[in-house]
């Protein structure tokens, strides 16, 4: 084969390996999408075959790593098969661990080279769907939700929006209500749901109006949110993840503390059966380690217990405060009102009365978990930069560090701060300021992988928390980041001017016996270390 033959073949090779993506994707969603139903043989049929497909298209295109995930579902698929085609807890888990390898996998190019992320990201998932009347504004927030990894269409009129709900239908839709002109936007949703076989989940917006009247309207018609004023890239994600599709992308976690153990497989049977995981305790007295271990989104409690009642564990549970926000629900054959309002008085949310129909108990879970997830969401990020905030960043660190014992894996942490940030405000104004911090938020989401962990730790200052990397791969992660950085150009009062940053690294040593925050003290020094030395530098403790 000649050069140019050579040449023509590997980009043919590479233009197809493409399709691979838009196979995995599929997958994912058939995943994901179950998520949200119920687990019936069509499910099972419809992941079985994107699976098989998956594996023959990586095969063809000498995609290994899909390849290998492909062949993996189909084995859990068999194996699920094999149990009268019921879900358990340990295959939901293995399928969900390979939903999230596959979203992390890596194409493999001809010529050796990994797609550039944005490429991967971009073909991740579903698109979102933005119809703003200020279409510069549109493309702009495009931009910007790229960078958080989201991909976003723009709809230019009222026939765009048509022809892409009739191509493909997006995760949301972002619909300003005088989209085209006043008050068009409730119109188009309007037509779009009485069309549509499943709601689409919309947000609507308006950079002005917003009485009682227009909410009225939006609601009727679905809207699951209203944004109002200036549209930001953060505020998009945070209503995206918070009211729209709270924790779709990982099954929800059930603790189920009950001594009966028919009982329990039974509530265990009926919530697999809704793709959600669970975990039993009959010693309820272990229930506390089972919350730290299992970190559940939901606890169901029996009332009568011999070691410790329901509502003792459940007061118990709410004396710990990072469990003060996890829902309680009792499943209990107590019939006395009396009594069930007193055992909720001691910190539970909900009581079902057995026998419990299982799509009540399916839906009650669902609900809960939706509105805990959305909660919590909201609460551990920052709202400026949409990252985790100081405490949330904390209490991962725990986590992480706990984790990376129990597995013996490496971690790493990073402080960073931007360098002379003071000057930047006074020169070119804090809102400025507040756009650099923004902009640096941005390019940490978009260089940084999604097992990895970004919290804003105060005004310029950010903790990364680095799973599976050493202080010397940390570190070179931080400087690419630093070199990207330094070359953001930013519009102030008087021309262009640019920021860079200092960093700290710190390689824990989750085997001595530390505390976990002990490591960001670390990483702080060597960030003061980074400072001393003239800044725009990374240094290792
Ligand atoms: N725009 C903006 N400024 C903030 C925010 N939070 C803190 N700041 C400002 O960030 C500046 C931090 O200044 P210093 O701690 O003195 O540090 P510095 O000027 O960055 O200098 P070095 O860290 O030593 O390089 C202060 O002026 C704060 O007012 C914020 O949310 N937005």
């Not at 000498?62 to 189909?74: C, G, K, T, Y």
């Not at 293995?94 to 939903?99: E, K, P, T």
């Amino acid at each position: 084969m000649t050069h140019a033959q050579q040449d023509v073949a590997t980009r043919l090779k590479n233009h197809f390996s493409v399709r691979v993506i838009n196979e995995a994707h599929y997958m994912a969603e058939c995943w994901h999408d179950s998520q949200r139903a119920t687990w019936t043989p069509d499910t099972a049929r419809n992941l079985q075959q994107a699976a098989g497909r998956l594996q023959r298209y990586a095969e063809r295109y000498e995609q290994r790593e899909h390849q290998e995930i492909a062949a993996q579902v189909l084995q859990v698929m068999q194996q699920v098969a094999s149990d009268q085609g019921r879900l358990t807890t340990a295959t939901i888990e293995v399928l969900d661990l390979l939903m999230q390898r596959l979203c992390e996998a890596r194409l493999q190019l001809a010529s050796d080279q990994a797609m550039p992320d944005a490429e991967q990201v971009r073909t991740r998932s579903k698109p979102l769907y933005l119809a703003l009347d200020d279409r510069g504004q549109a493309e702009l927030l495009a931009t910007q939700l790229a960078f958080y990894g989201m991909q976003a269409q723009v709809l230019h009129d009222a026939a765009g929006l048509r022809e892409a709900f009739g191509k493909r239908y997006p995760l949301a839709l972002i619909m300003d209500v005088d989209f085209v002109a006043e008050g068009q936007g409730l119109v188009l949703v309007a037509e779009v749901q009485s069309r549509a076989e499943a709601r689409v989940p919309v947000v609507f917006f308006s950079s002005d109006r917003a009485d009682a009247m227009i909410r009225l309207a939006a609601v009727r018609i679905g809207g699951e949110a209203f944004l109002q004023g200036e549209l930001e890239a953060p505020a998009i994600l945070e209503v995206i993840e918070t009211t729209v599709v709270p924790g779709m992308r990982e099954p929800s976690r059930v603790l189920v503390v009950d001594d009966s153990r028919a009982q329990s497989m039974l509530t265990a049977r009926v919530l697999n059966s809704a793709v959600i995981m669970t975990r039993t305790v009959h010693n309820p007295t272990l229930a506390l380690r089972e919350l730290d271990e299992f970190n559940p989104d939901l606890v169901i409690l029996d009332m009568y217990m011999p070691e410790c009642s329901g509502p003792e564990l459940a007061r118990m549970i709410r004396q710990c405060d990072r469990f003060d926000s996890i829902p309680i629900i009792y499943q209990s054959a107590e019939e006395d009102l009396d009594k069930q309002l007193w055992a909720m008085q001691q910190g539970a949310d909900d009581f079902l009365t057995k026998p419990v129909r299982p799509n009540v108990l399916i839906a009650t879970v669902r609900n809960r978990v939706a509105r805990a997830r959305g909660l919590k969401a909201r609460m551990v990020r920052d709202s400026l930069t949409g990252l985790y905030n100081h405490t949330h960043i904390q209490q991962l660190l725990e986590e992480s560090h706990e984790r990376a014992r129990r597995l013996s894996r490496r971690l790493s942490v990073v402080m960073l701060d931007i360098d002379h940030f003071k000057q930047v405000n006074d020169t070119h104004g804090h809102p400025l300021g507040d756009r650099v911090i923004k902009s640096l938020a941005m390019l940490l989401k978009q260089r940084l992988r999604k097992s990895d962990m970004i919290g804003r730790y105060g005004g310029e200052e950010f903790v990364l928390i680095l799973p599976d990397a050493d202080g010397i791969q940390a570190a070179a992660v931080v400087n690419e980041l630093l070199e990207r950085f330094r070359h953001m150009d930013f519009q102030g009062v008087s021309g262009a001017f640019s920021c860079s940053f200092s960093a700290g690294v710190a390689e824990c040593r989750p085997d001595q016996d530390q505390p976990a925050l002990d490591w960001i003290t670390l990483a702080d020094q060597a960030l003061y270390s980074a400072k001393s030395r003239g800044r725009n530098q990374v240094v290792i403790a």
